[in-house]
């Protein structure tokens, strides 16, 4: 199990900061608890991970100038911060996200042709 | 782009630990908070929702190191909190704290002083390109004497130039003096004549307008000069109006066209002169005889330029026997070498002193820090309890000593820059220290300061940091948090104070060999009384018409007018620097005497009153008379080393003696027989190390024209006098120039008693702190000592014990370090204090005076520093004692 779990963390790692990205994009301005609730809601069955492990990604994101976060208060009236894309990430999610196409492409080619 | 803005926020998160860690907790409280209500929403009781949100949400803890991974740098933000709390740690013992930054202070400054000065001294003096393969050349005879070079006639000069290949490019420089006739009377100006591609050799950039070049020196062009920052300053207020102006120098007219920066010295000018030099030039004039210094090719070495050099003079020699002695030999030298000569082993030898003192100093530290250990025992053993690795703990206490050596490094800095500015002050003039040394706190000395703060942090810091930790961290947390295992550590402390002894001794020893000499050097009678006495030369400027009669005339005139100034007593002629003359020596010849080849005798022009002015009495026959001097006669005087070596038990009176060298002058004396007519007592005329030399003196009249100087005895204070006696000398002649007054004092403490007096001074600062330090050293060990036997003591008091046996217990304690720490000492000195042979006169290495009164002090201190401790021991209340257990 420590080794299959492992692969499916590795397979996340790289893939975790785009898909945060692409959630926050369509969604617009979302809390952690929101965009993870999102994100089990779009997976066919629950999603893989812990809804902490998205804190890294999103710190990562707003390191990078992509996201922002502020606080504002929720529906019920309770404090959460919100992440929105900015401007950069939005231009940096056109990159990632033909990046990612590019290398979907080839990965199915290299699956599918090949004998 | 966004990584690098990534870099940068996670370094800056660094310093934000804790609003980032606030504003990570509200967040994930509110995630938390959102999925039990989800939970709840789905029919979970509170208690369950709450659970398996947890489980939802993964370890809370885990997730937030995580996050704290990404954000920043976690080992920079752990270095950052070890400095908060190791700064909150010190601020909490000031005591401790002073003392060790003191302590370190004093260490670090030492050594970055000496090394600034070593820098600029020996390793770095010149400010010119490539100076590390700049060469003098020097011819020496059999017997090592120097005997030709580093000034070479043109035709010779030139000869070596262009036969040799070992030289990148060669400079002919050489000094002259002329007058100038300025706003304010006459000034003499030291003015050097250099090849044209002077400045291109030394590769320095004038600070004003422009160096000459080759194109100065055609037949047509305007005469230029090249003026030095110094003389800028002194003569002309630092004006740069300088530039272009012409100056009329001996009565011809150069035009300045450049001023260079500051350390620029090149055989130490006020003015650099451009002149070619040619085969034909007279090698008489000081044009026509240059000194000979060039660049060696990239990775020729000295050796083997002189091997060509010796192939090349062989040649010559066999053309010009009489110029090359038998098997005389080449020197090539590097002119550092050249100008630093034995400097450079004073240099080494303080800069080993300083250095034994920074050790002596972080003992002393690492000292405090383990008695600081112990204090802190409990605090160490509770942060591995809850679960601090070693290496953390040791790391946190390494950032300490870290802190501690920033504060020394800082104070020390400082302490530095204040003991660069009085060093340099007391730097010998010219002895070993070039004109172009500028003693400073520059870039690479702050390097070197940053450099041995790091290094003593570990030399002072690793060792207690390891020794906490190794210590069995069970025994901390015991309830009373008393230790018993304090052996090995009493130990290690007792170690580091043997240590202190010994280095302290080392350089207690060096310093004390040093007084000896210098008090044996003030203590030698120099055979004259050199008070109140001043010395000027008397700068004439080149006049066809000038004959020996009339400057005869004129320097009478100036002598009577003189000599009637308020303060003045008398005042004589003399050639160079009484009575040491200009060190000008001559063969010697007896007719019908056969003397050895190698006799000769010291030549001192004077009038007939120097002896008189100086205090030096007459043991036979007489002096000079007025007669003698004004119809030049040939009558010397000589010293009674010299009528004791070459006449012995005879009567050197009315004998006849022969100085060849006067032939040979410049202006030659074409008769050089004299009759000796008196015997004068002998006086130090080469200095207080050495024995008198054989000294002849001449009346002055027989070498005229030429410049001297006047001696004046006054009154009081010598340099009064200067501006009354310039007065006297422009009513006799109002072209003529007093120049460079000083004092006779002075002059003799420059050229004998400089040296000796830097490094006595140096060293024993050195040697005083390291006292200082040991002194606190032993009184810290024993006084942590006696604080932890406090209950023992009190336990004997209460029992009836005497307060005398226990003090005798402490002081016995004490006094068996010092003297472990005197024995490996006295055996490190035999071995080192040979090194300061050099540095000794008359003084041995191992001067059982010295050592008897160094080993005396160091009891004394180690005594006193035992003493206060016993007696505060055993003031000790037993029961107040035993009550705080």
Redesign the interface.
């Known amino acids: 199990m420590p080794s299959e779990d492992r692969a499916r963390v590795e397979l996340l790692q790289g893939t975790l900061d785009l898909i945060v990205l692409r959630a926050l994009s369509t969604m617009g301005p979302q809390h952690a608890y929101g965009l993870a609730a999102r994100l089990d809601q779009l997976a066919d069955h629950p999603f893989p991970l812990n809804q902490g492990t998205l804190y890294v990604a999103l710190v990562r994101l707003e390191q990078k100038g992509w996201i922002k976060g502020a606080w504002q208060t929720t529906e019920a009236g309770r404090e959460a911060k919100y992440y929105s894309v900015t401007r950069s990430g939005a231009r940096a999610l056109g990159r990632q996200t033909e990046r990612w196409q590019r290398l979907v492409g080839f990965v199915n080619k290299l699956l599918l042709h090949e004998p | 782009m ?2 690098l ?2 870099a940068l ?2 370094l800056l998160t660094v310093f934000r630990h804790g609003r980032s860690e606030r ?2 907790g ?3 409280d ?2 938390l ?3 039990q ?2 939970f709840e929403r789905r029919g979970f009781s509170p208690e369950d929702a709450r659970l398996a949100a947890k489980r ?5 803890e ?3 190191e ?2 704290r ?3 920043s740098f976690r080992w920079l933000e752990d270095l950052w909190r070890d400095i908060g709390y190791g700064i909150r740690t010190l601020s909490r013992t000031r005591g401790f704290t002073i003392t060790a930054t003191v302590t370190l202070a004093l260490g670090i400054s030492a050594v970055t002083v000496i090394y600034s000065v070593l820098r600029n001294v020996v390793l770095e003096p010149f400010p010119y390109s490539r100076s590390d393969r700049l060469v003098n050349v020097l011819i020496r005879d059999a017997s090592d004497r120097q005997v030709r070079g580093p000034y070479f006639p043109a035709e010779e000069f030139l000869f070596y130039q262009q036969q040799a290949t070992v030289f990148e490019d060669v400079v002919g420089t050489s000094r002259d003096s002329m007058l100038w006739q300025g706003d304010n009377g006459p000034e003499r100006f030291d003015v050097a004549w250099m090849t044209p591609n002077g400045f291109d050799f030394l590769g320095v950039k004038p600070m004003l307008g422009r160096v000459f070049d080759a194109s100065d020196t055609a037949p047509d062009a305007p005469r230029v000069a090249v003026m030095c920052h110094r003389a800028w300053v002194r003569s002309f207020g630092a004006d740069p109006g300088v530039l272009g102006r012409t100056l009329v120098l001996d009565g011809t007219a150069w035009t300045v066209i450049g001023v260079m920066p500051p350390r620029f010295e090149w055989n130490i000018a006020d003015l650099w002169l451009p002149a070619v030099m040619n085969p034909a030039d007279d090698p008489r004039t000081p044009r026509g005889t240059r000194a000979f210094q060039a660049h060696l090719r990239p990775g020729v070495s000295p050796r083997e330029a002189e091997a060509q050099l010796t192939v090349i003079g062989a040649r010559r020699a066999r053309e010009f026997p009489n110029e090359y002695p038998p098997q005389s030999r080449f020197q090539v030298i590097k002119v550092i070498d050249w100008v630093v000569r034995d400097f450079r082993g004073v240099l080494y030898t303080l800069f080993g002193a300083v250095s034994l003192l920074l050790i002596i100093a972080c003992c002393n530290v690492a000292n405090m820090l383990l008695a600081r250990a112990t204090i802190r025992e409990r605090e160490i053993a509770i942060r591995a309890a809850i679960g601090a690795s070693r290496s953390r703990i040791v790391r946190q206490l390494l950032v300490e000593s870290a802190l501690l050596a920033a504060g020394g490094l800082i104070a020390g800095s400082l302490m530095a820059y204040g003991g660069i500015q009085a060093l340099a002050q007391l730097l010998p003039p010219g002895g070993g220290v070039s004109w172009e040394t500028q003693i400073r706190l520059d870039r690479p000395v702050l390097v070197f300061a940053i450099i041995v703060a790091a290094a003593s942090t570990f030399g002072f810091g690793l060792f207690p940091a390891l020794q906490s930790v190794r210590r069995d961290i069970a025994a901390g947390t015991n309830v009373a948090g008393r230790t018993t295992a304090g052996r090995r550590q009493t130990r290690m402390r007792s170690g580091l104070v043997v240590a202190q002894v010994a280095l302290s001794i080392v350089l207690l020893l060096g310093a004390g060999l040093l007084m000896r000499t210098f008090v044996k050097l003030i203590g030698v009678d120099l055979g004259f009384d050199p008070k109140h006495v001043l010395i000027a030369g008397v700068a004439f400027p080149p006049r066809q018409t000038m004959t020996p009669d009339n400057q005869r005339h004129i320097y009478r005139q100036i002598v009577e007018r003189s000599a009637s100034v308020p303060g003045v007593r008398s005042v004589a002629l003399a050639h160079g620097f009484p009575p040491f003359g200009g060190q000008m020596m001559s063969p010697l010849e007896v007719p019908g005497v056969a003397l050895e080849p190698s006799a000769q005798a010291l030549l001192l022009f004077c009038s007939e009153n120097l002896p008189g002015l100086l205090g030096i009495p007459m043991v036979k026959g007489r002096g000079f008379s007025t007669l003698d001097t004004e119809q030049a006669r040939q009558v010397v005087v000589v010293n009674e080393t010299f009528a004791r070596r070459y006449f012995g038990s005879e009567d050197p009176l009315a004998r006849v003696i022969r100085l060849p060298r006067l032939t040979t002058l410049p202006r030659p004396i074409t008769d050089p027989t004299f009759e000796v007519i008196g015997v004068m007592r002998d006086v130090a005329n080469s200095g207080p190390r050495d024995l008198p030399a054989p000294q002849v003196l001449l009346p002055f009249t027989l070498r005229l024209p030429s410049g001297y100087a006047l001696v004046v005895r006054t009154t009081d204070e010598p340099l009064r006098a200067v501006n009354a006696l310039r007065r006297e000398i422009q009513v006799v002649d109002a072209q003529v120039a007093l120049a460079d007054p000083i004092t006779l004092e002075r002059r003799i403490q420059m050229n004998f008693y400089a040296r000796a007096s830097f490094s006595l001074l140096v060293l024993g600062i050195f040697a005083g702190t390291g006292a200082v330090l040991v002194a606190l050293g032993i009184y810290g060990v024993l006084a942590y000592t006696v604080s932890q036997q406090t209950r023992e003591i009190a336990i004997r008091l209460a029992l009836g014990g005497e307060s005398g046996d226990v003090i005798r217990m402490i002081v016995r304690f004490g006094l068996q370090l010092v003297a472990a720490g005197l024995v490996i000492g006295l055996a490190i000195s035999l071995a080192t204090n040979r090194l300061l042979t050099t540095q000794l006169w008359n003084t041995s290495p191992n001067d059982p005076v010295t050592f008897a009164v160094v080993v005396l002090l160091i009891a004394i201190i180690g005594a006193l520093a035992c003493w206060i401790p016993a007696r505060r021991a055993v003031r000790v209340q037993p029961m107040i004692a035993l009550r705080h257990e």
């Open positions: 966004e990584n803005r990534r926020l996670r504003e990570l509200r967040e994930v509110a995630h908070v959102e999925l209500r989800e939802s949400f993964g370890g809370v885990q997730v937030k995580q996050q991974d990404a954000r």
